[in-house]
């Protein structure tokens, strides 16, 4: 990950950061205890909220702007000891929880 940041909660440590060289939004938080990994939380943002906000090729600029509630998202996911992994995927119609467990095929931005 690129610029990636690390900070404990809950006694578990959690690394996030862009994806690099990702052709669309996509943030991460692995979630681990210890050496062991317990769930990967993403955020996907659709392209046509970053053409919107004429923020495409300004990931960093986004996630900077959003970094905080998407904290709170993941914080609220390991009081409540959800550590399935899951997208977050927001877009025109709002934001949608995805548990990628479910996904039988490729997750798309469309």
């Known amino acids: ?4 940041t690390n900070w404990i909660y809950n006694n578990l440590q959690i690394k996030e950061g862009l994806k690099p060289g990702a052709m669309h939004f996509q943030y991460f938080f692995i979630v681990s ?7 990967n939380y993403c955020v996907w943002v659709e392209d046509e909220l970053l053409e919107c906000a004429s923020a495409i090729g ?5 996630a900077a702007s959003k970094r905080d509630e ?11 000891k959800d ?3 899951l997208v977050l995927k927001i877009g025109k119609t709002g934001q949608k929880e995805i548990d990628l467990r479910d996904i039988k095929e490729k997750l798309t931005f469309e």
Request: aromatic share 14%.
């Open 70 to 80: 998407w904290r709170k998202w993941v914080k609220g996911k390991i009081d409540k």
């Open 58 to 62: 300004k990931y960093e600029d986004v």
């Open 83 to 85: 550590f399935r992994n």
């Open 33 to 39: 205890q210890g050496d062991k990994k317990k769930c």
């Open 1 to 4: 990950m690129a610029q990636e």
